[in-house]
């Protein structure tokens, strides 16, 4: 079953503004990661953090954590038209299998020019 | 390097036909996956092989099987095609299939089952 939820499942900003994309899991974590689906593309990866890390940076993306609050959000600045895409979440899955990734239902972004 | 391929890139079939999706990684990873992908949904997670030799199922693994061919290739096999199968298919690699390592996409298959 899904362990993230993103919120908003869609998006719609103008080209310039920043986009703000939240998750919540349900199970203690170890890391999340997040992931940008072009439209009919693969996923890519985008950026991970631990769960003993509070924010993390990589040029216009931020991420933070909230583990008492089973949260993550990461936050685009500046956007532009070709940060148009599907943003997922994923955290390590339980047990044995704690490298497998189980992925939330994404929030569609889209940036107009 | 290629990264992960995937073939056919796309996929019509009947009812009850049987077809075997490709993957290779040429990333020398020992950890392998298959997802699938329904609109509006997250990837779930069918099968994996965490390591040459060994493969595990995963969330949603009924009507599939796989072969971990060899440490560069996964195949994931629909026996008999059903129209829930009608998904985008993506296979994944990861170095060695720990905790918060970054996975690696191939560009997908589309397969629409009639």
């Known amino acids: 079953s899904q362990q993230g939820e993103e919120d908003p499942q869609a998006l719609s900003i103008q080209g310039g503004e920043n986009a703000t994309m939240n998750c919540s899991y349900k199970?203690?974590?170890?890391?999340l990661q997040w992931y940008r689906q072009n439209s009919g593309r693969g996923l890519v990866h985008l950026i991970l953090?631990?769960?003993?890390?509070r924010e993390k940076h990589s040029g216009r993306l931020r991420v933070t954590l909230d583990t008492s609050k089973k949260s993550s959000s990461l936050l685009i600045t500046a956007s532009r038209a070709a940060d148009t895409a599907s943003y997922f979440c994923?955290?390590?899955?339980?047990?044995?299998?704690?490298?497998?990734?189980?992925f939330g239902k994404g929030t569609k972004l889209s940036v107009k020019p | 390097n290629a990264g992960v391929t995937q073939t056919p890139k796309f996929q019509v079939l009947k009812t009850g036909q049987s077809m075997t999706l490709q993957c290779a990684q040429d990333?020398?990873?020992?950890?392998m996956y298959w997802y699938r992908q329904d609109p509006g949904m997250g990837l779930r997670l069918i099968y994996y092989?965490?390591?040459?030799?060994?493969?595990d199922k995963g969330e949603v693994p009924n009507g599939y099987n796989v072969s971990r061919l060899n440490k560069r290739e996964f195949s994931l096999r629909l026996e008999s095609a059903a129209p829930s199968q009608t998904s985008v298919y993506f296979c994944?690699?990861?170095?060695?299939?720990?905790?918060?390592?970054?996975?690696?996409f191939g560009p997908g298959t589309r397969l629409l089952v009639l």
């Open positions: 994923a955290t390590d899955g339980y047990g044995g299998s704690q490298g497998n990734l189980i």
């Open positions: 199970t203690s974590i170890n890391n």
């Open positions: 990333m020398n990873h020992n950890s």
């Open positions: 092989s965490a390591s040459e030799g060994t493969t």
């Open positions: 994944a690699s990861s170095r060695t299939g720990g905790p918060g390592e970054t996975q690696y």
């Open positions: 953090i631990r769960s003993n890390e």
